[in-house]
């Protein structure tokens, strides 16, 4: 397969990149914040004296970011009053909560460890008091009581002053591998942490650098799927980010599926691919047609009409936060609940269950707790398949949770189903899961 057009590239990162619209506002929100403090800690009504950071301050956020990071800096006279003792940075947070209470009485502000949250619907501000000191920042920790060094300008910096061989790349691929990030669900994957596997990948592998997008992507989900620290300096900074794993299998996987991809030689199928690797904001079959000007092109004769899909259901976001997984229980009359895993594991002849049965598919509680309670979760239900398209029963609608977040399904016929939940918060969705759901019939399985 030939390497696909470099505008279906650039159109994919405009629609995943922060509109202009969006920018706007954001910096408006750090403007407003900045006012409110300065008047409170200098007596001044100027919007100066803030600092983004984070992926939004390093320009590697994508569309749908909830959480801005905004550092206001401090008068240096008032460092010796707050550094005086213990309590003085548990007091700083205090004094700057109360200011920001004071403008905005009716919006959720609340001091949490070393910043302050102020929620303004779907936008969370974390705000966080500073003081300038040379090269870093000092900053307050409530749980340990004290200042703590903070370098997050030399993270900003090192992407704004990367090599001019791959200054052009490493913004647009750090957003791309965010869009991977949340089309999987993988909150183990910080954007610190994927900023800095893309400036490790970039600065050693300049060869890659002048290829094509596809060999580029597919080098670094290999690069991705060779990582297995516990810790990663992060860059600029240095500062040291606990990798929690979760991501070497996916990459993997995407590495692979890339390899496909590079083979396919039928346009739609290889379109679809990148598109199972990036979600729906991923150009489509159409709009190849539209760049390319192709018209003897045959598109899919069966498609699931009824499908719906999360990142075009209402006014969601994609922002993974958390982590989520879907656990199933296969009830059958005269049979001993188990789980699906289970019946997988000690029936090994075959690759799913039996049609006919009960489903109950749940999040474990002790990972539902983790999340806020104001979060919903929302179900979809996809069957595949010949029986499914005959039955007319092939489903794939979005449906929000009854309650308990659990879910109650059939086995009637066969298929490669799946089953899909999200959490979301507010417009966001925070975390997804998904549970693969082949249904055999009893004449497939093989005697042992």
Same mark, same amino acid.
């Given at each position: 397969m030939a390497e696909l057009p470099s505008k279906l590239w650039d159109e994919f990162h405009n629609r995943v990149k922060i509109t202009k619209e969006d920018n706007e506002l954001?910096?408006?929100?750090?403007?407003?914040?900045?006012?409110?403090?300065?008047?409170?800690?200098?007596?001044?009504?100027s919007e100066s004296n803030k600092l983004a950071f984070g992926s939004y301050g390093r320009k590697t956020a994508v569309r749908g970011i909830s959480d801005l990071d905004m550092l206001y800096l401090l008068p240096d006279n008032l460092l010796a009053s707050y550094n005086a003792s213990s309590t003085g940075p548990k007091k700083l947070l205090e004094d700057t909560a109360k200011f920001l209470r004071l403008r905005y009485s009716k919006t959720y502000v609340r001091v949490n460890r070393c910043v302050v949250v102020v929620i303004f619907g779907n936008i969370w501000v974390e705000v966080q008091p500073a003081f300038k000191e040379n090269d870093y920042f000092l900053y307050p920790d409530t749980k340990s009581s004290c200042f703590k060094r903070s370098y997050a300008q030399k993270e900003t910096e090192a992407i704004t002053n990367s090599s001019n061989d791959f200054k052009e790349l490493i913004r647009p691929l750090c957003r791309m591998i965010r869009a991977w990030r949340n089309n999987k669900g993988i909150s183990s994957l910080s954007g610190l942490l994927i900023d800095t596997f893309v400036y490790r990948f970039l600065r050693d592998n300049h060869e890659l650098t002048m290829r094509p997008k596809e060999e580029l992507l597919k080098g670094f989900f290999d690069y991705l799927a060779g990582q297995e620290n516990e810790s990663y300096q992060a860059l600029g900074s240095k500062a040291l980010i606990k990798s929690k794993g979760g991501?070497?299998?996916?990459?993997?996987?995407?590495?692979?599926?890339?390899?496909? &991809?590079?083979?396919?030689?039928?346009?739609?199928?290889?379109?679809?691919?990148?598109?199972?690797?990036? /979600?729906?904001?991923?150009?489509?079959?159409?709009?190849?047609?539209?760049?390319?000007?192709?018209?003897?092109?045959?598109?899919?004769?069966?498609?699931?009409?009824?499908?719906? !899909?999360?990142?075009? !259901?209402? #006014?969601?976001?994609?922002?993974?936060?958390?982590?989520?997984?879907?656990?199933?229980?296969?009830?059958?009359? &005269?049979?001993?609940?188990?789980?699906?895993?289970?019946?997988?594991?000690?029936?090994?002849?075959?690759?799913?269950?039996?049609?006919?049965?009960?489903?109950? !598919?749940?999040?474990?509680?002790?990972?539902?707790?983790?999340?806020?309670?104001?979060?919903?979760?929302?179900?979809?239900?996809?069957?595949?398949?010949?029986? &499914?398209?005959?039955?007319?029963?092939?489903? /794939?609608?979005?449906?929000? #949770?009854?309650?308990?977040?659990?879910r109650q399904e059939s086995a009637d016929f066969m298929g490669e189903h799946f089953v899909e939940c999200y959490a979301v918060l507010g417009n966001r969705v925070i975390a997804r899961a998904r549970f693969d759901v082949p249904i055999i019939n009893n004449a497939e399985i093989e005697s042992p």
């Amino acid at each position: 397969m030939a390497e696909l057009p470099s505008k279906l590239w650039d159109e994919f990162h405009n629609r995943v990149k922060i509109t202009k619209e969006d920018n706007e506002l954001y910096k408006n929100k750090y403007n407003e914040i900045a006012k409110v403090l300065n008047k409170g800690f200098r007596g001044i009504g100027s919007e100066s004296n803030k600092l983004a950071f984070g992926s939004y301050g390093r320009k590697t956020a994508v569309r749908g970011i909830s959480d801005l990071d905004m550092l206001y800096l401090l008068p240096d006279n008032l460092l010796a009053s707050y550094n005086a003792s213990s309590t003085g940075p548990k007091k700083l947070l205090e004094d700057t909560a109360k200011f920001l209470r004071l403008r905005y009485s009716k919006t959720y502000v609340r001091v949490n460890r070393c910043v302050v949250v102020v929620i303004f619907g779907n936008i969370w501000v974390e705000v966080q008091p500073a003081f300038k000191e040379n090269d870093y920042f000092l900053y307050p920790d409530t749980k340990s009581s004290c200042f703590k060094r903070s370098y997050a300008q030399k993270e900003t910096e090192a992407i704004t002053n990367s090599s001019n061989d791959f200054k052009e790349l490493i913004r647009p691929l750090c957003r791309m591998i965010r869009a991977w990030r949340n089309n999987k669900g993988i909150s183990s994957l910080s954007g610190l942490l994927i900023d800095t596997f893309v400036y490790r990948f970039l600065r050693d592998n300049h060869e890659l650098t002048m290829r094509p997008k596809e060999e580029l992507l597919k080098g670094f989900f290999d690069y991705l799927a060779g990582q297995e620290n516990e810790s990663y300096q992060a860059l600029g900074s240095k500062a040291l980010i606990k990798s929690k794993g979760g991501f070497k299998r996916a990459a993997e996987r995407t590495s692979n599926e890339i390899g496909e &991809a590079l083979q396919e030689n039928d346009i739609e199928k290889c379109l679809k691919i990148w598109r199972g690797i990036f /979600g729906r904001k991923f150009p489509n079959i159409d709009f190849y047609r539209s760049i390319t000007g192709s018209k003897n092109i045959v598109l899919d004769s069966v498609r699931v009409s009824d499908e719906q !899909f999360i990142e075009e !259901f209402r #006014d969601f976001e994609i922002d993974i936060k958390y982590p989520l997984e879907i656990k199933c229980v296969v009830e059958k009359k &005269a049979f001993r609940p188990k789980s699906f895993e289970k019946l997988v594991e000690i029936g090994k002849l075959f690759r799913g269950i039996k049609a006919s049965g009960k489903l109950i !598919f749940t999040v474990p509680p002790k990972m539902k707790s983790k999340f806020p309670d104001e979060t919903k979760l929302y179900w979809k239900i996809l069957n595949r398949g010949a029986e &499914a398209i005959k039955r007319k029963c092939t489903r /794939g609608k979005i449906l929000e #949770d009854e309650g308990g977040w659990s879910r109650q399904e059939s086995a009637d016929f066969m298929g490669e189903h799946f089953v899909e939940c999200y959490a979301v918060l507010g417009n966001r969705v925070i975390a997804r899961a998904r549970f693969d759901v082949p249904i055999i019939n009893n004449a497939e399985i093989e005697s042992p």
